[in-house]
């Protein structure tokens, strides 16, 4: 299935966040966007210095005319425009959305990444509204402050807001200070899931909310559970972070373009990196970087990892004393490893090692084809293609 999102948010010129942002998003994950523009903003990455809301009455036009026809599998809202679309909005999905089953994620976009406003007053008012009819709101700090009425620790305010509205809220601790950060997906009765990263030190931040918002409504349109499609989400951003392309003197777009093998949002397995055996290691790290590959982990003399053009990773590994006949092992990463072993054992798969974490940062469990090749289900969060002993290139 492909799904169908649909997209209710403003236009951003620059091309960093809005609609621009998760048309990309949700291409790159393998779903089909719609939309509907709620504003048309002149805006780079200094900031917004322009803002034309689309008339109510066209925004509702653009949805009907999509869900008449294209249909959706889940609806993504951003930048509204105005209070009274806000209502528009929240009437048409307390009609629609029940009837049909359809996720609803809600990002209460206040301010851009520049600081300027996007929501007056009266669009802030409404939001409760759509909060009540959707299924994920997607706060992030400021935002959650201003949606709870004031400050105070984060995950209970979130709890508040989620059992006043009864919708998930997803706390985010971006604009937190200090060296890590906690994202947590929150309920009416409390705390969900939990995820806590480093912060990646970059100013290519625009677009980070309209990013995760529509990496979570794919997720929830392929019916993922929505702790599972939160955490998809959040990968997905940190990694269009780490590759955005430095583009403009501000908050730069993020790079969605580069994020193709690096999470394995599918039920099947994803074929994305593969380790050969090797004899000398200088010998084959030269000949791999000769074929034109980029070394991204050199731990000489046993162990050696490439990243190729499509995102895919090959690695190479000096065995002491060589082990004959040389085998090459086979990795497929997974969306949740654990699940996926459960799975696999029911259906008369024989684990010979069930997960467990390894000392270069990945989570792994190994069994065999019936020829014996070698194989390695595994989670490697972001440390397959950025491990905090990559090298470093100019």
């Known amino acids: 299935m492909t799904p169908r999102v649909l997209v209710v948010a403003g236009s951003d ?50 949805i009907d005319a999509v869900a008449s026809d294209i249909g959706l599998d889940a609806v993504k809202i951003g930048m509204i425009g105005s209070a009274e679309t806000a209502h528009a909005m929240a009437k048409w ?24 406003v996007l929501a007056d007053g009266g669009t802030v008012e409404a939001f409760g509204r759509l909060m009540r009819a959707a299924t994920v709101v997607t706060p992030n700090l400021p935002e959650l402050f201003a ?3 004031r400050e105070g620790e984060p995950e209970a305010l979130a709890t508040e807001l989620a059992a006043t509205h009864g919708c998930l809220v997803l ?19 409390g705390v969900v899931a939990r995820w806590t990263g480093a912060r990646i030190d970059t100013p290519h931040t625009h677009g980070t909310g309209c990013t995760l918002a529509s990496a979570l409504a794919v997720g929830l349109a392929r019916g993922f559970a929505p702790e599972l499609a939160a955490a998809g989400a959040r990968g997905f951003v940190r990694f269009a972070m780490r590759d955005a392309p430095g583009f ?46 980029q070394q991204i982990v050199d731990t000489p003399p046993r162990y050696a990892r490439f990243d190729g053009a499509g995102g895919m ?13 040389a085998t090459a092992q086979l990795f497929l990463q997974c969306c949740d490893l654990d699940a996926t ?44 293609r950025f491990p905090p002993w990559r090298v470093m290139t100019t």
Not at 27 to 50: F, I, K, P, Y
Not at 277 to 283: E, G, R, V
Not at 356 to 381: F, K, M, Q, T
Request: include cysteine; hydrophobic fraction near 45%.
């Open 313 to 325: 990773t090959l690695s190479v590994e000096v065995s002491a004393p060589p082990v004959l006949p």
């Open 248 to 293: 403009g003197a501000g908050h730069g777009p993020l790079g969605q373009q580069a994020v193709r093998l690096d999470l394995a949002l599918d039920e099947r397995p994803m074929l994305n990196q593969i380790t050969l055996p090797a004899s000398d290691y200088a010998a084959s790290v030269g000949f791999y970087r000769a074929l034109g590959l």
């Open 147 to 149: 949606l709870a009425g």
């Open 171 to 189: 706390a985010k601790g971006g604009h937190g200070a200090g060296e890590w950060l906690t994202d947590a997906l929150v309920g009416p009765d």
């Open 93 to 116: 999905l307390e009609r629609a959305a029940p009837a049909r089953g359809i996720p609803v994620v809600f990002d209460p976009v206040m301010v851009a990444s520049s600081g300027s």
């Open 13 to 62: 010129s620059g091309g960093g966040a809005g609609i621009q942002a998760d048309l990309k998003t949700i291409a790159m994950l393998g779903g089909h966007a719609t939309c509907a523009v709620t504003a048309v903003t002149a805006q780079n990455t200094m900031g917004v210095s322009g803002v034309h809301a689309i008339p109510t009455g066209m925004v509702m036009a653009q």
């Open 341 to 384: 072993v459960e799975r696999l054992e029911k259906a008369g798969v024989t684990i010979a090692l069930m997960p467990e974490n390894r000392s270069y940062l990945w989570r792994v469990a190994e069994l065999a084809d019936p020829h014996g090749n070698p194989i390695r289900l595994y989670d490697p969060a972001e440390n397959r």
